[in-house]
């Protein structure tokens, strides 16, 4: 299998490195580009782990191929907040106590970005079917719907807030509470080209 | 868990796409949505040693009315598909049915063609292809040719396609006008696979049904067509008493398995009860319209 | 998972009682037998690869035939194992005369583990089913062209 170079967006950053085709997209947002907010957690589509958005609709990241999305706009987790201020479906979730271990959060968190851009005024029964392809195994998943629920009634007055990074480029986070990784690079750094050997292999050098 | 290593290639045309097809034959997957393929291969339980990545062919996504019925490329995403006026207008048993597809982000990789090609027996879109009458087309070495839904599935996850045979366009019939439609199905949680689905079709003339369609997927290794049950609602007006006798027939007609998720009579008393629904549903929406 | 079924084949029961402990009807009738080596009386090594479509598994292990009681009765066990799980089945077969046939009636118990397992719970037992069918459809072709 030859590696590929492959070019895509992720939260505005643009990204270049090299893959086997056999590596899957899930992978590669998180071993070649760095961000490790995107969970892996079944690995063959079932729980919702790794859900991401990909030329703004919501896929398994962990059923595509990095080489699939070459030239794609992605948008993850950590393009959600802005900087500091978590995003109003994130702050949400914080408020109403909708994560626990937080490994299953992110998908959910995407899930619920394209849940509320489809249906900005979803019943409960909407939000529990919304939310059906994203598992999780601490909460019990009351606090998810009330979070998503409360989320929806933000958004609305506030419209234009459910707004996802695509274009902004992502600010230097510095405080740790409640936010995302902080996320990487101006363009300048993200655009190295990183060179892919073997998969899961943990990387020497600088702290992301 | 991730996959085995294969050779990657991605046609821009379908003539590329066929020649590919017809070079590598039965050592070639096609890969379109991926949403039932690239689980099998990331816990390796499918290795193909080459994948035909066709999502770039984008000859291949569109969705037409010919008169008489929806031509579907085979690379329509199911949620483009779930949303498309033209379906909703035409075949809104479709529609309804793709909504239950799994969930939103399988629906917007996976695709039309790649359901059916699939044939899993619980899947929705090759119930619906069976009981509407519909056709497939299909390219290969030996040229195009054209098949039948009854002449599709053949067995769990097998269609009478050949290995170098690429499926390009679904065909569905509209629905008659005025008919009466609806798609049910059960499952344990919202999106799972289906232990039973049945989609039906009523056209109706005055309180007199002239025309049934039942289609049945997750009762049997293929879908079902419960011709039987079709032929004692055609000329009939509606009851229960119908209702019931049809679902009786659909019982008869269907052989499914049990397993750990459902028993074999579960599945076959649900399928006679989703049947009653579907078609009172279907009657009361054939009333509405007219 | 227990499964069971009937076959009428056309032949006397002691021409069916030979070919379904014949190594070459076993060899060519099997579905997916790759390869079957004898490593005593009644006792084989087979390597099988079977799946359907796509999802294909190589299961290496044993063919046995036991409780032989000619010409009517006998076990047959086929165990294996492969990366994509195990499996194990057991199967008995009675035949009875029918006019000029025989009745073949069989039983058996097949229990498949691992990952397979896991993710084709829903088709397993129609599979198992369909192969066992194939089976005896191919000893049908086999005896009556005997027959």
Redesign the interface.
């Known amino acids: 299998?030859t590696p590929?170079r492959i070019t895509l967006r992720v939260n505005g950053t643009t990204y270049t490195a090299e893959a086997?085709?056999?590596?899957?997209l899930a992978?590669f947002i998180r071993e070649d580009c760095g961000l490790t907010g995107t969970h892996l957690g079944c690995?063959?589509?079932?729980c919702?782990a790794c859900?991401i958005l990909m030329d703004g609709?919501?896929?398994?990241s962990?059923?595509?191929?990095a080489?699939?999305a070459e030239g794609a706009d992605l948008a993850t987790v950590e393009g959600l907040a802005d900087g500091d201020r978590l995003h109003p479906i994130q702050q949400a979730y914080w408020d109403h106590h909708a994560l626990q271990c937080g490994f299953c959060t992110p998908g959910f968190l995407m899930?619920t970005v394209?849940?509320l851009h489809d249906n900005p005024r979803p019943t409960e029964r909407e939000i529990?079917?919304?939310l059906?392809?994203n598992l999780c195994r601490c909460t019990g998943y009351q606090n998810i719907v009330k979070a998503v629920a409360a989320a929806a009634e933000t958004l609305a007055d506030a419209p234009g807030a459910l707004r996802v990074t695509g274009a902004a480029a992502p600010s230097r986070a510095t405080s740790a509470v409640a936010a995302p990784r902080k996320p990487r690079a101006t363009p300048a750094t993200s655009q190295r080209a990183r060179r892919s050997g073997k998969?899961a292999k943990r990387r020497s050098g600088p702290k992301r | 868990?991730?996959?085995?290593?294969?050779?990657?290639h991605?046609p821009r045309t379908v003539e590329e796409g066929t020649a590919l097809l017809a070079k590598y034959g039965d050592e070639a997957?096609v890969l379109a949505g991926?949403?039932s393929?690239?689980?099998?291969?990331?816990?390796?339980?499918?290795r193909?040693a080459n994948?035909i990545?066709i999502?770039r062919i984008e000859s291949l996504a569109y969705i037409r009315d010919d008169g008489r019925a929806l031509r579907i490329g085979a690379l329509t995403r199911q949620?483009a598909a779930e949303r498309a006026p033209l379906v909703a207008e035409r075949c809104p048993l479709l529609r309804d049915a793709l909504r239950l597809v799994?969930?939103?982000?399988?629906r917007?990789?996976g695709t039309i063609g790649g359901s059916i090609a699939h044939a899993d027996?619980?899947a929705e879109l090759t119930a619906i292809l069976v009981a509407l009458d519909g056709e497939v087309t299909a390219r290969g070495p030996k040229g195009t040719r054209v098949i039948a839904a009854r002449d599709l599935f053949v067995?769990?996850?097998?269609t009478s396609l050949d290995p170098r045979e690429l499926l390009t366009e679904v065909r569905i019939p509209a629905l008659p006008a005025g008919a009466g439609w609806s798609w049910m199905e059960i499952a344990r949680?919202?999106?799972d696979?289906a232990l039973a689905g049945v989609g039906v079709v009523l056209a109706v003339r005055g309180r007199t049904i002239a025309e049934a369609r039942i289609g049945l997927t997750g009762v049997?290794?293929t879908p079902v067509r419960a011709a039987e049950a079709e032929r004692l609602l055609v000329g009939r007006s509606p009851s229960e008493d119908l209702w019931n006798a049809a679902a009786a027939a659909v019982r008869a007609a269907v052989t499914p398995?049990?397993?750990?998720?459902a028993s074999a009579e579960y599945r076959t008393h649900v399928a006679g009860v989703l049947t009653q629904r579907a078609l009172r549903e279907a009657w009361e929406r054939a009333r509405e319209a007219a | 998972m227990k499964i069971e079924g009937t076959n009428t084949l056309p032949a006397s029961v002691e021409t069916v009682w030979k070919a379904i402990n014949d190594p070459e009807a076993l060899r060519s009738c099997t579905p997916g037998l790759k390869e079957l080596k004898a490593v005593g009386p009644d006792s084989y090594q087979a390597t099988l690869q079977i799946?359907?479509?796509?999802?294909?598994?190589t299961y290496a292990g044993t063919l046995a035939i036991t409780e032989k009681q000619a010409p009517t009765h006998y076990k047959i066990t086929l165990e294996g194992t492969g990366?994509?799980g195990f499996m194990k089945g057991e199967g008995i077969v009675d035949l009875e005369p029918q006019g000029s046939g025989t009745l073949l009636k069989w039983t058996g118990d097949i229990q498949v583990g691992g990952?397979?397992a896991g993710?084709g719970?829903?088709?397993?037992?129609?599979?198992g089913?369909?192969l066992i069918g194939q089976f005896f459809k191919c000893l049908e072709d086999r005896l009556g062209g005997n027959a």
């Open positions: 299998m590929r086997e085709p056999r590596k899957t992978d690995e063959h589509g079932v919702g859900t609709q919501t896929v398994r962990c059923l595509l191929f080489v699939q899930t394209e849940l529990r079917e919304g059906a392809g998969t | 868990m991730k996959p085995a290593p294969f050779e990657y991605r997957k991926g949403q393929l690239v689980p099998l291969m990331n816990m390796r339980l499918a193909p994948l990545d999502n949620r799994g969930h939103a982000p399988i917007n990789r027996p619980a067995s769990y996850l097998r949680r919202h999106g696979f049997g290794p398995d049990g397993d750990i998720h | 799946g359907i479509a796509a999802v294909k598994g990366g994509a990952l397979i993710v719970q829903r088709m397993l037992g129609g599979v089913k369909m």
